[in-house]
């Protein structure tokens, strides 16, 4: 049982240039979402679902995108890296509304 | 919207000493929870309180749920070195699924 897995833990990018970030859960949560946390700062919320085919905007969804196609699996797409999308994701997985939810290690993304 | 401040924003403290943060909502709650992430790593998820009043405890951590679940804290007692980190409160809203995060308070303790 491995939890949340992120892939990749680290990664530079030039600006302009986009990229995928991997999530897969094995607990067959039906809750998934992407955070962001920049230095010194709390968790804010990029995208959830809360099931297969199932996406919803958060706080900072700009310059994001997300897709559902399985429960085990949700990818964040950046479109076109920019500067100001230098931060730590963290995907986040949760059997429902009533429990905790079960955070991956972490994508350290630079943006250059 | 939904305003919920979470305060102090940072607390050192020797060892030994307790620590409390807050969570302090401007309407009322559903459900909060509690996380604690330590330096370099990710949260990691410590309880959740639902009812009215509900208090909880883990070891040396007493967590608390206001009576009008407007507001909730975190008490840590006779704080120890493994206890530094940043601990969060979460909230669900009206749309299911979507958590919110406190700032957190970041708490260090001095050995």
């Known amino acids: 049982n491995a939890g949340v897995t992120q892939t990749p833990k680290f990664q530079v990018l030039k600006t302009g240039q986009s990229m995928t970030l991997q999530c897969a859960q094995d607990?067959?949560?039906?809750?998934m979402s992407w955070y962001r946390q920049d230095p010194g700062m709390g968790l804010r919320l990029i995208h959830y679902?809360?099931?297969?085919?199932?996406?919803d905007q958060g706080e900072v969804p700009n310059g994001y995108n997300v897709s559902r196609s399985t429960t085990e699996d949700f990818p964040l797409r950046l479109l076109s890296a920019a500067p100001s999308q230098t931060s730590v994701y963290f995907c986040?997985?949760?059997?429902?509304?009533?429990?905790?939810?079960?955070f991956g290690s972490g994508t350290r993304l630079t943006v250059v | 919207g939904q305003q919920v401040m979470q305060i102090p924003q940072y607390q050192h403290v020797q060892e030994g000493e307790d620590f409390t943060t807050y969570c302090n909502s401007s309407?009322?709650?559903?459900?909060i929870q509690w996380y604690k992430q330590r330096p370099g790593g990710h949260p990691v998820f410590l309880i959740q309180?639902?009812?009215?009043?509900e208090v909880k405890k883990q070891k040396r951590l007493t967590f608390q749920f206001g009576e009008a679940k407007k507001n909730s804290s975190l008490h840590i007692t006779a704080t120890q070195t493994t206890d530094v980190g940043t601990y969060f409160c979460?909230?669900?809203?009206?749309?299911?699924?979507?958590?919110?995060f406190g700032d957190g308070t970041t708490l260090t303790v001095k050995p």
């Open positions: 986040a997985s949760s059997l429902r509304e009533d429990y905790g939810y079960t």
């Open positions: 607990m067959n949560h039906e809750y």
């Open positions: 679902s809360v099931g297969a085919g199932i996406t």
């Open positions: 309407t009322t709650l559903s459900n």
């Open positions: 309180l639902v009812k009215s009043g």
């Open positions: 979460a909230w669900g809203g009206t749309n299911a699924g979507k958590s919110t």
